[in-house]
């Protein structure tokens, strides 16, 4: 009922026309801030050089030196993108390898999603600690993706923004 676009990625046009037909089809914008091989992107985060992993963006969002004024043009320019793809807003907003949920980042990307004129949901991960375990999956990330969604919902409905209800985890 629902697919996520990269909008940088190689055939993000073809399957853009493929999708607008779909009926009653949510289409999101899946961010690309990590592990890119976008020029827009590395030019963006990196100067031109490599986009960082989510390891590395990770540690230099928990320290605080993260480029956020770079993390917000980038955001902004692929909302642009989608878009101009689509015709339309995205129906929601994530951020591969969850990235959208990191300090720092996820203020950045609520605000811009906050800013559009259709406002998108977002999408959290939030999940009880113990349903993680029963559901089996990739535990460690599920969990570390629940940990870092604490208190989405909260600013994101601070801002006029929806999130999702549940998270079925990581596979």
Partial sequence: SAASVMVDEPHAEQGAYAL?????FQIGLHLALVD?????VRE????????PTIDRLTLEAFRGRVPLAAIEAEVTRQFDAFERLFGRPPDFVDAHQHAHLLPGIRGVVL?????????????????????????????????RSAWLSRGLR???LARGLRTNDGF????
């Avoid at 963006?44 to 986009?51: H, P, Q």
């Avoid at 079925?168 to 596979?171: I, K, Q, T």
Wanted: charged residues 30%.
């Fill in 20 to 24: 607008m037909g779909l009926p009653d």
């Fill in 36 to 40: 890119s091989t976008a020029a827009e």
């Fill in 44 to 51: 963006t985060l990196a100067g031109s050089g490599v986009a």
């Fill in 111 to 143: 605000d811009v999603a906050a800013r559009r004129r259709s406002t998108p949901w977002v999408r959290s991960c939030e999940d009880d600690f113990l349903a993680i375990a029963a559901r089996g999956g990739d535990r460690l990330r599920s969990w």
């Fill in 154 to 156: 909260r600013e994101a």
């Fill in 168 to 171: 079925a985890g990581l596979y």
